[in-house]
């Protein structure tokens, strides 16, 4: 039957808040692909426990979307949006669609239901929820993503509103990133309870002014009975004033500085470090430390909400669950392969990502009832400084692999504002997480992009990808490690490619910012050679931040990252310091370890 008309909801409950979205979409997303053209079919939402995710079927037009949940339902009406509409959900605030006329549709299953591999699937929000966060809610419902893990001092500034648009959407947020401080802040407890606070050197920590809102290097006195206590009670308080929330973190402060005072001290081997793949050779191993703790404030959390989850992290020096952790069925670890290599999955052979491969698989093994989250970087680590870092098509592959090994979601760091650079990443994340193939997928995401320049736009990427390839056998995105190891060749060649796609399609946004990409990397290229070379400096350094401050109005740059790392290189200049990354100095000592080790050596 063809259909070219908004359908009649009349038979449609609206009861629930998610359905009549679903409703709503539904009727908006015709509208836009059809026009107000009279109504010539029905819909009807039907719940359905029985079935494993969604599934579209019509019968004498009467168009039906059933799923175990009203969510399900939701994502039912996006999906018949994509594949039969030709909507394309690229980005927040900004719907392609790629089709006009009337559709036709066969009686019987249009869209067959699938088996869902992944129970959490989204991203890690490093910033303030803003006046955009409902379209980023909106994108999210969109491509099936259903878990946002925030700041919480982020989290309490979102208002009711807008916690209601992630809640209708089927989005769980999770309020806990990086939150030591949050639940014991040195400003309240200090005074009263100094023993409360990491001792480093014979001496507890203190509150500094203008300290590092990561408090890098400062943690807990994390075996004081007392402050393990205070904690929970603090974590009670928190969910009840937010009831709406399922879960809290218990994540260290961001870096190292583990407490050394007697009874912690218990916990280190001080013969084992930890491994260079974690960047912590530096420091001893921090896992029986943080486990201990974090076992005992879930049992003591379960006696009192054993509705909540328990979420923590495995993170450089605590990467590996501690011998005779139990991943209990309230806790739920974000297993994080911080600084990993690009130029291989991560179950591929590879001096850093078969470390990784094998802190995952321990953790996999060690659930009993618990989840295991991999907390991705599909946007490069540190800094957000649009590095090239080609994942669209290996985001499948490592998924496959992670289904195999249990693992029970995948979250990724992401920034709307360089949404043109890395989004392809998120869109195939968030397929691939849904069970979609790479042959199916990206085939339809590069026409949605690039039209009838499909393959021209897959052509760019590939090159994009050659370029870190070509960075050695194993590549980390920060600009040293890809701008000492590249020649500038291959950036000049990109933005030839650019060049070719825009002239095809001059007026296409998105082009124009493939376009100004491939040049800020010929342009932060050419800059980093001269600098070694000695013929550039503080001037130059200025002139490319300018640049790329001139294209404020694109989705290219997370600007607010590039004034910090910028200084930071003018500042070595200044001190007649090397300049390898941000001028901390342990993190230093690990690049210069990868000038050997990334090549091979």
């Known amino acids: 039957m063809l259909i070219n008309g908004y359908p009649n909801f009349s038979e449609i409950r609206c009861e629930d808040a998610t359905l009549a979205l679903a409703a709503s979409e539904m009727s908006a997303l015709c509208i836009r692909r059809f026009g107000r053209e009279d109504k010539n079919w029905s819909i009807r939402f039907q719940i359905d426990?029985?079935?494993?995710?969604?599934?579209?079927?019509?019968?004498?037009?009467?168009?039906?979307?059933?799923?175990?949940?009203s969510v399900e339902i939701l994502y039912g009406v996006y999906d018949f949006a994509e594949k039969i509409l030709g909507f394309f959900f690229f980005e927040p605030g900004n719907d392609l669609l790629n089709g006009d006329g009337p559709v036709e549709l066969p009686e019987g299953i249009v869209i067959p239901a699938r088996k869902v591999p992944f129970k959490v699937r989204g991203f890690i929000q490093e910033y303030p929820f803003d006046e955009n966060s409902p379209l980023l809610a909106d994108w999210m419902a969109k491509n099936k993503l259903n878990f946002l893990n925030v700041w919480m001092k982020y989290y309490d500034k979102l208002d009711s509103n807008g916690r209601e648009a992630f809640r209708i959407r089927g989005i769980e947020i999770q309020s806990g990133h990086h939150n030591f401080d949050y639940w014991i802040p040195a400003a309240k407890y200090h005074k009263e309870h100094p023993?409360?606070?990491?001792?480093?050197?014979?001496v507890r920590i203190k509150p500094e002014k203008d300290e590092n809102a990561l408090l890098l290097g400062k943690q807990l006195c994390t075996t004081n009975k007392g402050l393990r206590k205070e904690i929970v009670k603090n974590m009670v308080e928190y969910i009840e004033r937010n009831p709406e929330l399922k879960s809290v973190g218990l994540t260290p402060n961001d870096g190292f500085g583990w407490c050394q005072c007697e009874e912690c001290s218990k916990f280190y081997d001080k013969s084992k470090h930890g491994e260079l793949y974690s960047l912590s050779t530096h420091v001893y191993i921090a896992d029986r430390i943080y486990h201990d703790m974090v076992r005992d404030v879930a049992q003591q959390l379960g006696e009192k909400r054993p509705d909540l989850d328990l979420y923590f992290c495995a993170y450089i020096n605590y990467c590996r669950p501690s011998e005779g952790f139990k991943l209990t069925p309230n806790l739920t670890v974000m297993m994080a392969p911080y600084?990993?290599?690009?130029?291989?999955?991560?179950?591929?052979?590879?001096?850093?990502?078969?470390?990784?491969?094998?802190?995952?698989?321990?953790?996999?093994?060690?659930?009993?009832?618990?989840?295991?989250?991999?907390?991705?970087?599909?946007?490069?680590?540190?800094?957000?400084l649009s590095l090239p870092q080609i994942f669209h098509r290996t985001i499948f592959q490592e998924c496959a692999?992670?289904?195999?090994?249990?693992v029970d979601g995948i979250a990724t760091q992401f920034h709307p504002p360089h949404w043109s650079v890395?989004?392809?990443?998120?869109?195939?994340?968030?397929?691939?997480?849904?069970?979609?193939?790479?042959?199916?997928?990206?085939?339809?995401?590069?026409?949605?992009?690039?039209?009838?320049?499909?393959?021209?736009?897959?052509?760019?990427?590939?090159?994009?990808?050659?370029?870190?390839?070509?960075?050695?056998?194993?590549?980390?995105?920060?600009?040293?490690?890809?701008?000492?190891?590249?020649?500038?060749?291959?950036?000049a060649e990109a933005v030839k490619l650019a060049d070719a796609l825009l002239k095809k399609a001059p007026q296409s946004r998105f082009r124009k910012e493939l376009r100004i990409w491939a040049e800020y990397l010929y342009r932060y290229k050419s800059l980093?050679?001269?600098?070694?070379?000695?013929?550039?400096?503080?001037?130059?350094?200025?002139?490319?931040?300018?640049?790329?401050?001139?294209?404020?109005?694109?989705?290219?740059?997370?600007?607010?990252?590039?004034?910090?790392?910028?200084?930071?290189?003018?500042?070595?200049?200044?001190?007649?310091?090397?300049?390898?990354?941000?001028?901390?100095?342990?993190?230093?000592?690990?690049?210069r370890q990868h000038r050997k080790t990334l090549n091979g050596k």
């Open 339 to 384: 600084w990993r290599c690009i130029n291989h999955r991560i179950d591929e052979e590879c001096p850093i990502n078969s470390h990784y491969a094998d802190d995952i698989k321990a953790w996999c093994d060690c659930k009993e009832g618990g989840k295991v989250v991999i907390y991705e970087y599909y946007m490069g680590v540190n800094f957000y």
């Open 528 to 591: 980093f050679d001269a600098f070694h070379a000695g013929c550039a400096g503080i001037p130059e350094i200025d002139h490319l931040l300018n640049w790329v401050h001139s294209h404020r109005d694109t989705h290219v740059f997370v600007h607010d990252r590039f004034d910090p790392y910028f200084e930071a290189w003018r500042t070595a200049i200044r001190k007649g310091k090397e300049y390898l990354h941000f001028n901390l100095d342990w993190e230093d000592d690990y690049i």
């Open 401 to 406: 692999w992670y289904e195999s090994m249990g």
């Open 422 to 491: 890395y989004g392809i990443n998120f869109i195939a994340m968030a397929k691939a997480l849904r069970g979609e193939k790479e042959e199916e997928a990206v085939p339809v995401m590069m026409k949605a992009l690039f039209g009838s320049d499909a393959a021209e736009g897959e052509a760019f990427y590939e090159h994009m990808k050659s370029i870190t390839a070509s960075a050695g056998p194993c590549h980390v995105t920060y600009p040293y490690a890809l701008f000492s190891r590249t020649a500038l060749a291959p950036y």
């Open 49 to 69: 426990r029985e079935l494993p995710s969604f599934e579209v079927t019509f019968k004498e037009r009467v168009l039906y979307i059933s799923g175990p949940t």
């Open 195 to 202: 023993e409360f606070f990491a001792e480093i050197e014979g």
